[in-house]
């Protein structure tokens, strides 16, 4: 169990500009959770896959956020067009169970 | 919608003393868990302790432990003999399985965190 990892851990872009961040889940986990944090507030849940279809999107997910699992392993998180209003810590979780999520480190997002 | 409430924004105690953090929640739903998370300066997520709701008996984790007051929706957790580790945010959430696709899935749904400060 090497635990949930993110990649890249800090990412500073200018506004307009494409990132793609990605999520590593714990490898016999077929969930996986999306969130953002804003500083100083808790995560705001953004969508969940189930292997590798995604069945739930937060409104919170515009239509410049798009998310993928190809194969159901890996995740990336795509924002297209940034704006300084998504400067955040996006969050990955993974889980095997409903309710018993584990955490990455998250990527922090800078938008300049 | 649930909604998760935590009235301190900061909190502070002295080492080897005890605190206590509150959360109240609101949900209309019976089956749900509620979690206190721990986030330090990493930012790493971590969970501190889970209470499933059909549980009468409060949740207990060594020095962590709650207070489930299922009448009155409130989840209070306290830190017994704080040590400076205990230093971070901490944040109170909400689960309750919600069905996509045919299957189940739990979405958190989190307080707005309290900063805990421990002194030496």
């Known amino acids: 169990d090497t635990g949930v990892s993110q990649d890249p851990r800090h990412k500073i872009t200018k506004r307009g500009q494409n990132v793609t961040f990605r999520c590593d889940p714990i490898s016999e986990h077929n969930r996986l959770y999306w969130y953002r944090q804003t500083l100083g507030q808790g995560p705001e849940f953004l969508t969940y896959f189930q292997n590798e279809a995604q069945l739930e999107k937060s409104r919170l997910l515009s239509d410049r956020f798009s998310a993928e699992r190809p194969k159901g392993s890996f995740s990336t998180l795509e924002i297209q067009r940034t704006e300084q209003g998504d400067s955040a810590m996006y969050l990955c979780?993974?889980?095997?169970?409903?309710?018993?999520?584990?955490f990455g480190s998250g990527t922090q997002l800078s938008v300049l | 919608a649930q909604t998760v409430t935590q009235s301190q924004p900061e909190m502070s105690v002295q080492e080897a003393e005890t605190v206590t953090l509150s959360c109240t929640y609101d949900?209309?739903?019976?089956?749900?868990?509620l979690f206190w998370y721990k986030q330090p300066p990493s930012r790493q997520m971590i969970l501190v302790i889970r209470q499933e709701a059909y549980k009468q008996q409060n949740a207990t984790e060594n020095r962590f432990s709650v207070n489930f007051q299922k009448a009155a929706k409130s989840f209070s957790l306290k830190i017994s003999d704080s040590q400076l580790g205990d230093a971070a945010m901490y944040f109170c959430a909400y689960l309750t399985p919600f069905l996509a696709g045919g299957t189940s899935y739990g979405k958190l749904t989190f307080g707005q965190g309290t900063i805990l400060t421990v002194h030496p």
């Open positions: 949900t209309s739903e019976s089956d749900y868990y």
């Open positions: 979780a993974s889980s095997q169970t409903d309710e018993k999520l584990f």
